[in-house]
């Protein structure tokens, strides 16, 4: 297993970070499953807390994909802001159909970005560039397939959380372990709630 070495924070520093950022991340996750829009306001600042301890760790993708995150969690305020007139109309949730041209793209993402990205980081000396490229593209897709408020995005995490526990595990970070089994569990739980409730409203292309 790989020594864990911090770049500029203590190592207690560093934990409480780890804690701060799980704390509000299973807090969005709460109101993820229920589709709420307030669920953006506590994953920027979790995905801040986040970014910081892995350039804290060198894990350099993981780190810039929080800081993805962070971007997208904006343009999240701004579309479900879009969507709220809508779903105002309508009891449930508004969703997204996964169109032709979104799909294509992310298998394309998926199939160029994880070998190029592997090694990237690997030159890098990321110290598990393998997890960390699968983790990062995957994670990429299912961020926007979420501010699309696409149904599937919840398969993407399942698949993507599941090397990120194996990342952590190598890492030693116990408090992010924790989170992403939390998160395979309310990935299902967010699945069952929005197929429950959701509606679709655009057109399938």
């Not at 190592?11 to 669920?39: E, R, W």
């Not at 879009?82 to 394309?108: C, E, F, M, P, Q």
């Not at 398969?155 to 990120?164: G, R």
């Amino acid at each position: 297993m790989p020594e864990v070495n911090h770049l500029f924070l203590t190592p207690q520093i560093a934990s409480i970070l780890d804690i701060t950022a799980t704390v509000l991340f299973v807090a969005y996750l709460v109101l993820q499953i229920y589709h709420s829009k307030y669920m953006w306001y506590l994953y920027i600042p979790s995905c801040i807390a986040a970014a910081i301890t892995f350039f804290d760790s060198a894990t350099w993708a993981f780190a810039a994909l929080n800081i993805y995150y962070i971007t997208m969690g904006f343009i999240g305020i701004y579309r479900w802001r879009k969507d709220a007139s809508v779903a105002a109309a309508h009891k449930g949730y508004v969703l997204n159909h996964l169109t032709r041209k979104t799909l294509i793209i992310s298998i394309v993402i998926t199939v160029i970005g994880i070998p190029v990205l592997y090694f990237v980081l690997k030159a890098l000396d990321d110290p598990n560039p393998f997890l960390d490229s699968i983790t990062t593209v995957l994670s990429v897709i299912g961020t926007w397939w979420l501010t699309k408020s696409i149904i599937y995005q919840w398969w993407i995490w399942i698949i993507a959380d599941v090397f990120a526990i194996w990342m952590n595990v190598n890492l030693e970070k116990d408090a992010f372990v924790v989170q992403f089994i939390i998160c395979i569990l309310s990935s299902f739980l967010g699945l069952y709630n929005w197929s429950r409730k959701g509606h679709y409203l655009d057109g399938a292309k």
